[in-house]
């Protein structure tokens, strides 16, 4: 009887093992290849999301009265230099509007609809973040209903921080470029150089040590600078072109001195986001 | 008795909102918790489960159910990879159920016992990321930059919630 009982433990967690892993697979290969999860899976995560705003609510409530009287300390400071920098910012923005109507007037005359650089931004708020140290994960409150779609760039502040990695009907989930992971996208970037030449290349991971990410294999021979500016180039897929990335905080050989290697600080706190914009591109 | 007290309703709402607290607290402190490559992760869910198993005297929860429900949620929302969770929350329910008929439960040995269930929850959700290609961090830097972190913190919540999380309980049966 004793047995028995040993081997009937032993085919239980041989089945519980082989059904997770099997359940594993599965889900990161939908995961991957499709734009919207199982149908009962939105389901619940829209329903387990709404639950999640009533316990977010007064939570982030709280945490941003409690910054918000830490803020208030330094907030003389920060006024004066801010005054200085939004009279510089009127200037651009009048330029900016000027050069966006002159840019719409000769797309018109040559008939050109869409290019790479139109998207509409959606705003949304961060409800949760997943509490796991493999997956830089933060669930926002915008879903497929508002236009959100699979892949789309998402924005903090001045910067680029992730992309839409699951659509659901009320909330989606968004990866960080922080996520190390094999399935991360990554996005098509490019640098112009101070002499002007523009370098193409892809991010290639996030060095954890430095809050820095990387891109490697580039085997351009322009000089790339410190304080370089980084954006995404808008090729091969749905992020539009001109997106902030970073800046170049440092160049070297990579481990085969055969390409480049480059280190670029973001341009936004990663770890702090509470407002995302999500890039809607039409397709 | 488990049919009658209020534990039947209170229970499970206990877990869900110790669920989407986990989320709430890592979106709020994670300046804090994620501070790379060191990482806390708070597991107030395990904490509610295990607590669950140590004040159960003479009251018999399903909680080895309610542990599956809790893992598919934490599985479908938050990581959105199915099949982790849903197997690691019902094994420390089981593998606690064992310790407590071994070591009587008060709040030093629950402290053991706690300190057990978070190096299991976080050593086979770490095999089942390597697993599924979700990470590539080496065992040595896991055991020193997450499951360490992650133990201090619990341990931390462990003692701050212990007496709370009873005086709920007492209050609920």
Not at chain 1, 1 to 9: I, L
Not at chain 1, 15 to 23: D, E, R, T, Y
Not at chain 2, 8 to 28: A, E, N, Q, V, Y
């Amino acid at each position: 009887m004793q047995k028995f009982s040993f081997n009937r433990r032993l085919v239980i967690i041989i089945v519980c093992l082989i059904v997770s892993f099997a359940l594993m697979t599965v889900s990161v290969v939908i995961r991957n290849k499709r734009s919207t999860p199982p149908l009962i899976q939105q389901f619940g995560n829209d329903i387990v999301g709404l639950a999640d705003r009533v316990v977010a609510l007064p939570a982030n409530g709280l945490s941003g009265s409690v910054s918000s009287v830490s803020e208030l300390l330094n907030t003389y400071q920060e006024n004066q230099q801010l005054k200085k920098q939004v009279s510089e910012l009127a200037q651009t923005k009048v330029r900016d509007q000027t050069l966006a109507k002159e840019n719409k007037q000769l797309k018109q005359q040559v008939k050109l609809n869409d290019s790479l650089t139109d998207y509409t931004a959606v705003s949304a708020a961060v409800i949760t973040r997943t509490p796991s140290s493999w997956q830089n994960q933060v669930v926002i409150n915008k879903g497929s209903s508002a236009g959100v779609q699979k892949n789309m760039p998402v924005m903090s502040g001045s910067g680029l921080i992730g992309r839409v990695a699951e659509v659901n009907k009320t909330n989606s989930k968004v990866e960080l470029i922080t996520d190390n992971n094999d399935s991360a996208n990554r996005f098509a970037v490019q640098i112009t150089t101070k002499s002007g030449a523009t370098v193409n290349g892809v991010l290639s991971g996030y060095k954890s040590a430095t809050g820095q990410i990387t891109m490697n294999n580039i085997t351009t021979k322009a000089k790339i600078h410190k304080g370089d500016k980084v954006v995404t180039s808008g090729l091969g897929g749905v992020t539009p072109k001109g997106l902030y990335v970073g800046k170049v905080a440092e160049t070297g050989g990579d481990d085969y001195g055969l390409s480049t290697k480059l280190y670029i600080t973001p341009a936004t706190d990663l770890t702090d986001l509470n407002i995302v914009t999500v890039a809607v591109t039409k397709q | 008795m488990y049919r009658l007290s209020k534990l039947r309703f209170g229970f499970p709402i206990g877990l869900l909102i110790m669920l989407l607290l986990d989320g709430s607290l890592s979106h709020i402190f994670s300046s804090q918790m994620f501070n790379y490559p060191t990482v806390m992760v708070s597991h107030l869910v395990v904490l509610w489960l295990v607590t669950a198993v140590l004040y159960e005297e003479n009251v018999t929860m399903p909680l080895g159910r309610w542990a599956i429900v809790a893992g598919a949620v934490f599985d479908l929302y938050y990581t959105g990879i199915f099949g982790v969770y849903i197997f690691i929350f019902p094994l420390v329910v089981y593998v606690t159920r064992i310790m407590v008929t071994y070591i009587s439960p008060n709040f030093l040995s629950g402290l053991l016992i706690y300190f057990i269930d978070i190096t299991l929850v976080e050593g086979l959700g770490f095999l089942a990321s390597r697993v599924v290609h979700m990470t590539v961090i080496s065992g040595s830097s896991f055991l020193v930059n997450t499951l360490g972190p992650t133990l201090a913190l619990n341990l931390a919540l462990y003692v701050i919630l212990y007496f709370p999380i009873r005086w709920v309980y007492n209050w609920l049966n």
